[in-house]
Structures are given as structure tokens and as C-alpha cells.
T-cell receptor, first 113, second 110 residues
């Protein structure tokens, strides 16, 4: 139980394009999901908290207009990186909350050329 | 000071060795703590929660020291498959947010 999927697992795009990443809880409902970013040899940094049916809450320093989050259902949250640039290249990981525990998706590796 | 601090390592140990990692946290009001394991280019996976009384799961033992604000992870009889990065996680007080340490890299050598 408590499986979270992410799609795509990797994506390469040109600078200036937008990329959408999906995060799904497969066998449970999650009113809260989280989006993280991890640069090489660094830890996971929380970007935002995604709440079903309401606006996401962004961490300090994360541009909400650049990283659009939509949590339209209890099993799906999406992160759209708008006008992506090379510095946005990173490993993006989502998690879905169940109780106090978070279950992580397998991550999406984004490379912006 | 970072909210959660870990020695990044790497810790290189021979198979069969016992190895311990520490993690310190800055908020004395923190209540929930976890150890996660992350393999290269993979997502973190829960290794174990850390309880006040300490807890053990096979070769792994977690301890919490509230007075000194640190948690520890002890791995006995290290296996090659234990090679990974071990992430200390503290639940941010009053929220469901996880605060991750930078991780400690372990390499178990044959």
C-alpha cells in the first residue's frame, strides 16, 4: 500500500518551454502532497505544499508564478515548471501525506538545455 | 545554524562493521523524527521512525536524545547493500512538513 507515482520519470527540454510533472497517489487519497527539489549532492528542499481544492503554499524563495501547482483531486497533484531555464535542471520529487508519514514518488529528472 | 545537520561523510566501512550516524536538530520542540534511506538517483524510502524510548529493527537501531537534541542511527553487521545515503528527517513543529538533513553517505566495502 501507499504507492505514489510520478510522470514523467525524466524529461529533457529546451530553455523557455514549460514542463508538467504529475504526482499520483495510487492506492490512497491524499489531501496534502508536497513538492521537493534536489540538486546533485544536496538534500531535498521543500518547494511547496499542495492542498487539494485550495492554493498551494510555497516556501520562502520559491516563485509561485514559475512553479505552478494544481491539486485538482485527492489523488493527483501537478507541478508545472514554466519557462524553464538550465538552472531549473534538478530532481523533482513529490510526496503524498498519510497521517504523519509522507510517501515519496520515484522522482522526475528534469534537464533543461 | 541549519535546522537539521548531519555529517555528509562518506563513511567507508568494511562488510560486517558497525557504523553510527548522528543528526542534530535545532528546534527543541520537535516531536517526530525519521531516518530515510536514499539510493543514488532514487526517491527516499523510510527506514524507521525514531521513538523516545529508542527502537530497533533487525540490524538497525535508532535513538533519540532530547536533552542534546540529536538522533542517531546504528547499523550492525553492515552489508554491501547498506551502501546508500541516510537522511535524517525532523517533522517541523505544528506542521506536517519534513525538514531533511543533507544526508550521510555510507559505503560498505567488500
Amino acid at each position: 500500500g501507499a504507492v505514489v507515482s510520478q510522470h514523467p520519470s525524466w524529461v529533457i527540454c529546451k530553455s523557455g518551454t514549460s514542463v508538467k510533472i504529475e504526482c499520483r497517489s495510487l492506492d490512497f487519497q491524499a489531501t496534502t502532497m508536497f513538492w521537493y527539489r534536489q540538486f546533485p549532492k544536496q538534500s531535498l528542499m521543500l518547494m511547496a505544499t499542495s492542498n487539494e481544492g485550495s492554493k498551494a503554499t510555497y516556501e520562502q524563495g520559491v516563485e509561485k508564478d514559475k512553479f505552478l501547482i494544481n491539486h485538482a483531486s485527492l489523488t493527483l497533484s501537478t507541478l508545472t515548471v514554466t519557462s524553464a531555464h538550465p538552472e531549473d535542471s534538478s530532481f523533482y520529487i513529490c510526496s503524498a501525506q498519510q497521517g504523519y508519514e509522507q510517501f515519496f514518488g520515484p522522482g522526475t529528472r528534469l534537464t533543461v538545455l | 545554524r541549519k535546522e537539521v545537520e548531519q555529517d555528509p561523510g562518506p563513511f567507508n566501512v568494511p562488510e560486517g562493521a558497525t557504523v553510527a550516524f548522528n543528526c542534530t536538530y535545532s528546534n527543541s520542540a520537535s516531536q517526530s523524527f525519521f531516518w530515510y534511506r536514499q539510493d543514488c538517483r532514487k526517491e527516499p524510502k523510510l527506514l524507521m521512525s525514531v521513538y523516545s524510548s529508542g527502537n530497533e529493527d533487525g540490524r538497525f537501531t535508532a535513538q533519540l536524545n532530547r536533552a542534546s537534541q540529536y538522533i542517531s542511527l546504528l547499523i550492525r553487521d553492515s552489508k554491501l547493500s547498506d551502501s546508500a545515503t541516510y537522511l535524517c528527517v525532523v517533522l517541523k513543529t505544528g506542521t506536517y512538513k519534513y525538514i531533511f538533513g543533507t544526508g550521510t553517505r555510507l559505503k560498505v566495502l567488500a
